[in-house]
């Protein structure tokens, strides 16, 4: 009993809370979450955000991690896009405000990772919500399949 406890436990390290036993099911995942909440149309006060946000705080903040030596450039420009529509989703026109207030780990997360990509965390959220076609702006020596 106690092996299978330890096992347990040894398991739940290796793959942190939450998070996919593969890059691809952990990116499937979390669009899949950014669609699901979308999806639910719910207010910014809506106290049902709470089970969105807290999905959510895992993937940016802890399976990111696991799985970012792994990904391309373009996975990485799509997480990070998708993280995007999530904020504009959950905060609606407050969505630049909030991650510009960096409250919360995640949302410095967001934002530095989305600046590295993009000129600023606006373009990416425009992009992020259609409001923009996306523009491709690979740095030297980056390719896009990378």
Same mark, same amino acid.
Not at 19 to 46: G, H, M, R, T
Not at 70 to 99: C, I, N, P, T, V
């Given at each position: 009993m106690a092996a299978f406890a330890a096992l347990?436990?040894?398991?739940?390290?290796?793959?942190?809370?939450?998070?996919?036993?593969?890059?691809?099911a952990f990116l499937q995942d979390y669009f899949n979450l950014v669609e699901e909440a979308a999806a639910a149309n719910l207010p910014v006060s809506d106290s049902r955000w709470k089970k969105y946000d807290e999905r959510f705080r895992a993937y940016v903040e802890e399976c990111y991690?696991? $799985?970012?030596?792994?990904?391309? *450039?373009?996975?990485?420009?799509?997480?990070?896009? /998708?993280?995007? !529509?999530? $904020?504009?989703?959950?905060?609606? *026109?407050?969505?630049?405000?909030?991650?510009?207030? /960096?409250?919360? !780990?995640?949302?410095?997360?967001?934002?530095?990772?989305?600046?590295?990509?993009?000129k600023d965390a606006g373009e990416a959220l425009d992009e992020a919500t259609g409001k923009s076609k996306p523009i491709i702006q690979l740095k030297p020596g980056q390719a896009e399949t990378e």
């Amino acid at each position: 009993m106690a092996a299978f406890a330890a096992l347990a436990l040894l398991a739940g390290c290796t793959q942190g809370p939450g998070c996919s036993d593969s890059k691809d099911a952990f990116l499937q995942d979390y669009f899949n979450l950014v669609e699901e909440a979308a999806a639910a149309n719910l207010p910014v006060s809506d106290s049902r955000w709470k089970k969105y946000d807290e999905r959510f705080r895992a993937y940016v903040e802890e399976c990111y991690d696991l $799985y970012e030596p792994e990904l391309s *450039g373009k996975e990485r420009r799509r997480f990070w896009a /998708k993280s995007m !529509k999530y $904020y504009a989703e959950r905060y609606g *026109g407050g969505a630049l405000q909030e991650l510009g207030d /960096k409250k919360e !780990k995640a949302a410095g997360k967001v934002k530095e990772e989305v600046e590295k990509i993009w000129k600023d965390a606006g373009e990416a959220l425009d992009e992020a919500t259609g409001k923009s076609k996306p523009i491709i702006q690979l740095k030297p020596g980056q390719a896009e399949t990378e």
